[in-house]
């Protein structure tokens, strides 16, 4: 088997832990070659996300999206992000410049506050520091991908110039 085509198993270097209705979950992301996350936690099923490529649950790939337009689009809309987990619609739309809302099928189940370093261009993971304020009536599924979304894609919506200016604090400090 040629050295190109083998596959290669990957360890993921750098490990966080968050908070959740059903216990700590446990966030582990490397930033290279790519961008990879992998959620997890009890009773949760386990999911992957690669930015740009879409989520796997539990080993099944689930396309996931995010807005429309380019990456200096200044509309709030053009940073929001879609994925459907079997009959489930999963909506992580921002309200703020640091803040977002989660939901599912129309329906919020969490609150998302972010950090103003968090949108740096040169930050790889931009939800890493996000903070989830879950409603009840969430299930292991909703945390689980949930909480990867927020991870890989953020939670608010800076603009243009809201982005040139961190990184320019970014590049100084």
């Known amino acids: 088997m040629s050295l190109l085509t083998r596959r290669r198993r990957v360890r993921l270097s750098r490990h966080r832990t968050a908070a ?13 070659p790519s961008v990879i996350v992998h959620v997890e936690g009890p009773g949760m099923p ?6 740009g490529r879409g989520l796997s649950v539990d080993g099944r790939r689930v396309p996931a999206r ?11 809309k053009a940073r929001a992000c879609t994925a459907r ?11 703020g410049l ?6 599912r099928d129309g329906t919020p189940i969490a609150g998302v506050r972010g950090g103003l370093r968090s949108y740096s261009p ?5 939800g890493i520091d996000a903070r989830l304020d879950w409603a009840p009536g969430v299930d292991p599924t909703d945390v ?4 990867a979304m927020v991870v890989a894609f953020g939670a608010g919506a800076p603009g243009a110039l809201a982005r040139l ?3 320019w604090l970014e590049f100084w400090q």
């Open 98 to 103: 640091f803040r977002a809302r989660l939901l």
């Open 20 to 32: 959740s209705p059903f216990g700590p979950v446990r966030i582990s992301h490397d930033r290279w």
């Open 122 to 126: 040169v930050r790889t993971l931009p």
């Open 144 to 147: 689980a991908v949930g909480q």
């Open 66 to 76: 995010q807005g429309v337009g380019s990456g200096w689009d200044l509309r709030r």
């Open 46 to 51: 386990a999911v992957t996300v690669l930015p």
């Open 85 to 95: 987990v079997g009959d489930r619609d999963y909506l992580l739309r921002p309200t």
């Open 165 to 167: 200016f961190l990184f």
